[in-house]
């Protein structure tokens, strides 16, 4: 450090002690489970250029990378110790440090809806006490999971198949009689290729951006469940932050959630997508779509409830109308 360089700094720690409005930019480094420019993070990069263009002076944020920077399931961590300040992750990739996050993609309300009954508070709480995260904003309401297949299925019956999985469908698909394998997303390419694996669950969207259409034949429907793809702020960052840094980011997080608005278009185009390349929908009747529905639901609430009975009966009742 030069002198005057030096004599800066003095001048703004002095400054930012006496007269805390007056804090310098503080830039956080961010990083994405996802790939960056994909489905799943394209919320995020959005978000963080809300923030780069309205938070000039207080607060900005670097995108270090993708999954390629930090392995998905080891973002939790990551965001936890502090090598990464914000992360795009969902709760499915950090069942290490919160098991019960499970819950939230069963809600069947919205984050706003969430926010304003209290259910955020609890989700917050548990990620700052067991995760040492501040839970900033949610992505992906709006939006359900689905399974996607190489063979055809008549109904809900999954014995003999081997499904790509991760938390989110574990307990269900496990009910249905389902083989199980854990990946995380980099690794279902070739899974299907090689033939290991006969289906996957995913998201309603994202299939044609990953590329997986061309091993893909079939999407079950209906859809379950709503995705999460949470903003992660390592806590010791968020308590460092000036009142007006996080007041920014607050309003970067409610700007980021009310896009989810837009999940019911994205859906349907995306399923037009599908369509055109070639995966072919199979609609189960009425009687396996509630199976399905039912399997889904009470195998989901039930793998929550066996982790923390108390925590699982607090938030069902704030997540399900
Ligand atoms: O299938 C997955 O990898 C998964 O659990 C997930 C969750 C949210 C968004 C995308 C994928």
């Known amino acids: 450090m030069n002198t005057l360089r030096m004599l800066t700094a003095a001048i703004v720690t002095a400054t930012s002690l006496t007269s805390p409005a007056f804090a310098q930019e503080v830039t956080l480094r961010g990083v994405s489970a996802f790939n960056l420019g994909t489905t799943f993070s394209r919320e995020f990069e959005a978000f963080v250029g809300w923030v780069n263009e309205n938070g000039k002076g207080v607060v900005q944020i670097q995108i270090i990378g993708g999954p390629e920077a930090v392995p998905p399931f080891e973002l939790g961590n990551a965001v936890q110790s502090g090598v990464v300040d914000i992360a ?119 299939v044609l951006d990953l590329g997986w259409d061309e091993q893909t034949k079939y999407r079950v429907d209906p859809s379950f469940y709503n995705v999460d793809v949470n903003l992660l702020v390592n806590l010791d960052v968020w308590n460092g932050l000036t009142d007006e840094q996080r007041a920014k980011l607050e309003e970067g997080a409610a700007w980021m959630e009310a896009l989810n608005a837009n999940n019911a278009d994205l859906n349907a185009a995306e399923y037009a997508k599908q369509a055109e390349a070639g995966i072919e929908t199979i609609t189960f009747d009425a009687a396996g779509a509630e199976k399905w529905l039912n399997t889904a639901r009470d195998a989901g609430w039930a793998a929550v409830d066996a982790i923390d009975a108390p925590l699982a009966k607090e938030l069902r009742a704030c997540l399900v109308k």
Not at 91 to 114: C, K, M, R, W
Not at 141 to 152: E, I
């Open 88 to 206: 795009n992750n969902t709760s499915a990739f950090y069942p290490n440090l919160v098991p019960t996050g499970d819950a939230i993609h069963l809600a069947e309300n919205t984050v706003q809806e969430q926010r304003e009954n209290g259910c955020y508070d609890v989700i917050d709480r548990i990620h700052q006490e067991q995760m040492n995260a501040k839970y900033l904003a949610r992505a992906g309401d709006g939006m359900g999971f689905h399974l996607y297949l190489t063979k055809p299925v008549e109904g809900p019956d999954l014995s003999g198949l081997t499904i790509r999985t991760t938390p989110v469908y574990q307990a269900m698909f496990a009910a249905l009689g389902a083989n199980l394998v854990r990946t995380a997303p980099g690794e279902v390419y070739s899974a299907l290729e090689r033939g290991a694996i006969d289906g996957y669950g995913w998201p309603s969207q994202g």
